[in-house]
């Protein structure tokens, strides 16, 4: 226990001299925030004892100067001193003989070396013998055991977690490396301690870039949670693939505290995922403590005396606080309790308790008050309190319930289920969230029944799980995989491990372990070995050839064809070359596309006319593909035979039909095109010149690559060389051609290739259909779907949170609460209306719906009535509106010119900051009058400028709510402009401002009236 968990600072006095054993205890006094002192001379700590005295005193029996047993009878004698507790250091039990000899009463005799945890709990048991500190201490020692709890089962689960646990600080240093960490990485706690992970080889260099951006995602704030698959480096130079786990802790600011990584090694196989077990191992309070305060006041509650540790608490001088009203140093809200507590005192009660007091930084401090009336001749005069700083044991507590939630936090982000189990009862001590997910029953359920889970496994699996957990304590590690069934009626497919702890004796003290889903490996396993089958099945029931060679080039196995076409036993091919099976006439047409694969360990594919016994020569297909092992050598090859002989004779009659295919070719509704293997313009038909603008002559010029937009060139290209290379007979493809006048063509291309007898490329086949009106149709309605859609289910969500809320009744006696759900609703609800009538408003401009009627305007008059509708509004975010004179007058719609620099002037004074100037102006420029309106606001980013008048456009995502905008403002302004057959755009320069442009045709002379 640490003197920090108390009430009241201890405080321990070492008289000893210089050795190892006294720096030792020293240590650890600090280490456990006792308040130390260390004298080396007998005298020197006799005279520090009297004018301070301890709680405790650490005294060794030989001092430099003088005789240990004579400082303790004089510490006993005096006044002062008599009460303090001693504990005696010697080297060997001749001091108990001293001790009797002296007639000393000494608390307790320690003997060198010290056992500390030995001498820990000594000092806790003298603190609690005294009467002092009992209570106080009583207390702490609850709160310290609590957090010890925490922290022996955290521990508990890091140490039996079959996952690594790192955790780093916020420079990512590592602070904690557990055992499991260092079987996978093979780097021990003391080498990477405190370094960061950049510090020594652990990164594989290929993943580094991914590695950072991680980090950087976290150091962002993006995710709370983020898991990464990357390459590692072993101490021993070798790589493995690890799945990483990441939970970022942020403090109480919002800056990243620490990060907790949890790793496992998934090289031997990526589809098995790994237990997690919850850890947090750091968990230290560091209280510090201060002596106590007095304070003295009168019966006007006015300070007459404080102390300077009263004062060093609050942090004023004695002087500030002297004179001055107790109140000045309690909250307003406090006024009340303080109140009632000097009634109490003024009724001549004398009590203890907790207490709140404001420091002068505006801070609290806790305290504990132990406070006493003051009367002269039977009337009040006041009273005196000893006051205890408690801020320490305020945060202990809040250090509980942080820790207990985030061990919560990091149970919910683990898919699989882990449990702690006590072997004696066979109560469970811990269990996951995940145990609701996987089984479908509750946890209290199994804190109720713990056998009840037995009731969940497939009658089929029962026995056996049973008998593994009957026999369990026989293995430290216990592996399972069986069936549930859960309440639903699905079944699931579970795997188990679980870990026993011993107790010293060697009996078993508790189960540790976990349990996942793994329905869906199953599954993929059953997959797996089906489509096994049926490939087997598919390969000798194949009408075509289908062989394996092993690196010797002798066959491990043929097909059902094979065996069909020669009417041979598979004995007779098994372990023969082919030469040994055939003819040399009959395999120097494959033999050397076979040798060629084997020096070259590539695909190769070719054409052969192979004559078998009693067959007729068939024309065939031979692709041959080399299978390697994991150091890149030969170990089998594939051999495949297609018979084309038919396609052969197909080619004939295609030939045949070409002449009519070319009387088809000219009368095509869409556009054909014959193109030469380098992509040059054959022939093309009617069509195709009518689709693209060009004369015949003029395509016939061109290539391919001419008339294709340049980002689909390179697919195509792809494309093509899978054709001449005969890995597709042909394709189809939605490409965009360019038009003779530079605009795009979205076309649905189909591409085929012709070939000569021998298999040579002679041109391809193009036929193209017109799509850029589809094209254009869809994704203008896709994008309209996907951001209205987007925009109305958010303010539309807002309204039902609040609604929802409300109905569930949690706020009927709230009103402050019920009330501001309710604004929420109204606001979102005015927000909505607000982007449907936007909504209604561009779809009207656009459709041409709307006729403006046009009229001579002064955009002086128009300024002003827009300044004067939104001068309230400017006045209520310190903006400062300014118009520059004008008597300029423009011909436009005058309702639709207001809406227009409404917008522009509301959009300028919701993103300008307080005490800044919005400015219109307009100016004649030849025949058009050239509107501005510049802010001093934020800026717009250069890459929004070009959206910025798309629809549902804001600068930033979070505008929409905070600003109260739907996107639609400036768009609509486009389109009214444009239809007055002006333009508009915006110069910007960020954290400098914006100006908006709009030109508006101008009256030249204002008495014609039709302009």
């Known amino acids: 226990m640490a003197s920090t968990d108390m009430n009241f600072p201890v405080r321990v006095l070492v008289i000893a001299g210089e050795s190892p054993s006294r720096g030792e205890l020293a240590n650890l006094l600090t280490i456990n925030n006792y308040q130390v002192q260390v004298i080396g001379d007998g005298y020197e700590g006799l005279e520090v004892a009297k004018h301070i005295p301890p709680d405790l005193i650490f005294l060794d029996v030989k001092l430099p100067d003088t005789d240990g047993y004579l400082i303790a009878k004089q510490l006993q004698v005096h006044t002062v001193t008599a009460h303090v507790r001693i504990l005696l250091l010697a080297e060997s039990k001749s001091v108990f003989r001293e001790i009797r000899a002296f007639n000393l009463q000494v608390a307790d005799v320690l003997i060198y070396p010290l056992d500390f945890e030995e001498v820990q709990w000594r000092i806790e048991m003298q603190l609690l013998s005294s009467p002092y500190r009992r209570d106080n201490l009583t207390n702490q020692l609850s709160t310290t055991h609590s957090l010890k709890s925490v922290n022996h089962q955290l521990k508990t689960l890091i140490d039996n977690s079959p996952l690594g646990t790192i955790i780093w600080d916020r420079k990512l240093r590592v602070i904690q490396w557990s055992k499991q960490a260092e079987e996978i990485f093979g780097w021990s706690e003391s080498e990477v301690l405190g370094k960061s992970m950049n510090e020594w080889k652990l990164i594989f260099e290929e993943d580094s870039d991914r590695v950072n951006r991680e980090t950087q995602t976290i150091f962002a ?65 560091i209280i510090e403590t201060t002596l106590e305060g007095v304070w003295i006041i009168d019966s ?49 009660i004398a009590e203890q308790h907790e207490f709140k007091f404001k420091r002068k930084n505006g801070d609290i401090l806790w305290t504990i008050l132990s406070t006493n009336p003051i009367f002269d001749d039977s009337k009040y005069a006041g009273c005196c309190a000893i006051i205890t700083d408690i801020n320490y044991r305020k945060k202990a507590e809040l250090a509980i319930a942080l820790s207990e939630k985030r061990f919560q936090e990091i149970a919910s982000t683990i898919s699989q289920f882990f449990f702690v189990k006590c072997a004696n009862s066979g109560q469970y001590i811990y269990l996951s969230p995940a145990y609701e997910k996987i089984w479908g029953r509750t946890c209290e359920s199994l804190y109720q029944n713990p056998d009840s889970w037995l009731n969940t496994i497939y009658p089929e699996d ?9 026999k369990q304590h026989q293995n430290n590690l216990v592996k399972r995989e069986y069936r549930i069934i859960r309440n639903d009626g699905v079944i699931r497919w579970v795997y188990e491990e679980v870990n026993i702890i011993y107790n010293d004796d060697g009996s078993p003290l508790r189960y540790v372990g976990f349990a996942e889903d793994i329905s869906d490996r199953k599954q993929a396993e059953l997959a797996l070995a089906e489509s096994e089958e049926l490939l087997r099945l598919a390969v000798n029931h194949a009408p075509d ?97 297609f018979d084309i002989t038919h396609y052969k004779q197909a080619e004939q009659k295609l030939r045949d039909s070409e002449e009519r295919f070319r009387t088809a070719f000219e009368d095509a509704a869409i556009g054909m095109a014959l193109l030469s293997s380098q992509g040059n313009c054959l022939k093309v038909n009617r069509s195709m010149c009518e689709m693209l603008g060009y004369q015949e002559a003029e395509l016939l010029q061109l290539k391919c690559k001419d008339i294709t937009h340049p980002e689909d060139y390179e697919q195509e290209v792809k494309s093509i060389k899978k054709l001449i290379e005969g890995q597709v007979k042909y394709y189809y493809v939605e490409k965009r051609y360019l038009h003779k006048q530079g605009y795009v063509i979205w076309v649905l291309l189909s ?86 009538n936007d909504i209604l408003d561009i779809e009207r401009l656009n459709s041409g719906e709307v006729q403006f009627q046009m009229e001579a305007c002064s955009a002086q008059e128009l300024m002003m009535q827009v300044i ?127 100006t908006f442009y709009f030109t508006i045709p101008r009256v030249i002379n204002t008495n014609d009236t039709n302009h």
């Not at 391809?764 to 779907?785: D, L």
């Open 221 to 285: 704030n993006q995710e709370k949670r983020r898991i990464c698959i990357n390459r590692n480096y072993r101490k021993d130079g070798s790589v493995i693939y690890c799945e990483w786990y990441n939970s970022n802790f942020y403090d109480e600011s919002g800056k990243l505290n620490m990060l907790l990584s949890w790793v496992q090694d998934i090289s031997d196989s990526q589809k098995t995922e790994a237990a997690l077990i919850k850890s947090e191992a750091k968990f230290r309070t």
């Open 300 to 348: 006007d509650s006015m300070t007459t005396f404080v102390n300077q540790q009263m004062a060093n608490m609050l942090g004023y001088t004695q002087e500030e606080i002297t004179q001055s009203s107790l109140f000045k140093f309690v909250d307003e809200q406090d006024y009340p309790i303080v109140e009632n507590y000097l009634q109490r005192r003024r009724e001549g």
């Open 462 to 470: 029962r026995g056996a799980v049973i008998n593994y957990q009957e």
């Open 545 to 641: 050839v289908f062989v394996i060679y092993d690196s010797d080039r002798r066959l491990k196995f043929v097909n059902q064809r094979v065996l069909e076409r020669t009417g041979w036993s598979e004995e007779t091919f098994i372990g023969r070359r082919d030469e040994e099976l055939f003819l040399p006439e009959e395999t120097c047409h494959y033999l050397p596309l076979l040798e060629k694969t084997i020096q070259t360990l590539t695909i190769q594919i070719g054409e052969a006319t192979i004559t078998l016994p009693n067959q007729t020569p068939k024309t065939v297909i031979i692709k041959y593909l080399p299978l390697l092992d994991k150091q890149g050598r030969l170990s089998q090859i594939l051999g495949l035979t």
């Open 751 to 836: 591409m085929s290739i012709v070939r000569n007898i021998d298999g040579v490329p002679l041109y391809f086949i193009a036929q193209a259909q017109n799509i850029s009106e589809r094209r254009a149709v869809e994704q203008m309605k896709n994008e309209f779907i996907s951001v209205v859609s987007h925009e109305l289910r958010t303010p539309l969500t807002a309204i039902q949170g609040s609604l929802g809320l409300l109905s569930s009744g949690l706020y009927d006696h709230k009103p402050q609460e019920f009330h501001k759900f309710i604004e929420i609703a109204l606001l979102e609800t005015e927000r909505l209306v607000r982007m449907v």
């Open 868 to 994: 004067n509708s939104l001068q309230a509004i400017a006045h209520r975010d310190s903006i400062t509106l300014e118009i520059l004179p004008t008597s300029v007058q423009l011909w436009a719609a005058r309702d639709a010119m207001l809406q227009t620099l409404t917008n522009l002037v509301g959009n300028a004074i919701k993103f300008s900051p307080p005490h800044t100037t919005v400015t219109l102006s307009a100016y004649p420029q030849d025949d058009m009058v050239l509107f501005q309106v510049r802010d001093q606001g934020r800026g717009i980013p250069p890459e929004k400028l070009k959206t910025i008048f798309s629809r549902f456009q804001q600068v930033d995502a979070s505008d929409s709510r905070q600003k109260s905008g739907t996107g639609l403002g400036l768009s609509i302004c486009q389109s009214i402009i444009e239809q007055h057959g002006g333009k508009i755009w915006v110069e910007s320069q960020l954290a400098k401002g914006s």
